[in-house]
Antibody, heavy 120, light 110 residues
């Protein structure tokens, strides 16, 4: 069974930083692209970042470029999102998701999310 | 990186059919057959319901179907059931190797 478990969220002041983690199990982690998606309270889903299987390609939504960094450690079967220079509008539940690229491009498994609250 | 356009809400009675539209551009919906639909119940993680425009993952009811014409994709739910009440999001791969989501549609089963 595919499992994705996020951690690392919390309350942080504007301008602060956090490192979000996503522990994967139940599949060959190193064979899949992975994504982070966020959802602000009461709002819709927003794609944040993608990373290729070997970490050689990374893509970001414009609003986080230069502030967020996606990375992975295939040996530790984990995905990360370093979030810096946080703003109030970054407050959201952050989900990690597995990307299936065979027969299309979709997020076929999701974690339960970790809440990041940016407030003074 | 623009969001795809969905209606904010739709509603239907049990047993009826509803359709949710998702409008993008030639850089996303119109340019690829990589449109997906996700169902999200309150407080839960999203669940993949449709991928590659019209394919259903194993375990998803055949009451859910998808289609696309030009820059607009659609999700149809037939034989509405109370458990279908949820938020629905479309998503598309884009020319920038990124993903775009729609703003979400709240489905109310009357």
């Amino acid at each position: 069974e595919v499992q994705l478990v996020e951690s690392g969220g919390g309350l942080v002041q504007p301008g602060g930083s956090l490192r979000l983690s996503c522990a994967a199990s139940g599949f060959t982690f190193s064979s899949y692209w992975m994504s982070w998606v966020r959802q602000a309270p009461g709002k819709g889903l927003e794609w944040v970042a993608n990373i290729k299987q070997d970490g050689s390609e990374k893509y970001y939504v414009d609003s986080v470029k230069g502030r967020f960094t996606i990375s992975r450690d295939n040996a530790k079967i984990s995905l990360y999102l370093e979030v810096n220079s946080l703003r109030a509008e970054d407050t959201a539940v952050y989900y990690c998701a597995r990307v299936r690229t065979s027969s299309g491009w979709r997020l076929d498994s999701w974690g339960q999310g970790t809440l990041v609250t940016v407030s003074s | 990186q623009s969001a795809l356009t969905q209606p904010a809400s739709v509603s239907g009675s049990p047993g009826q059919s509803i359709t949710i539209s998702c409008t993008g551009t030639s850089s996303d919906v119109g340019g690829y057959n990589y449109v997906s639909w996700y169902q999200q119940h309150p407080g839960k993680a999203p669940k993949l319901m449709i991928y590659e425009v019209s394919n259903r993952p194993s375990g998803v009811s055949n009451r859910f179907s998808g289609s696309k014409s030009g820059n607009t994709a659609s999700l149809t739910i037939s034989g509405l059931q109370a458990e279908d009440e949820a938020d629905y999001y479309c998503s598309s791969y884009t020319t920038s190797s990124t993903l775009a989501f729609g703003g979400g549609t709240k489905l109310t089963v009357l």
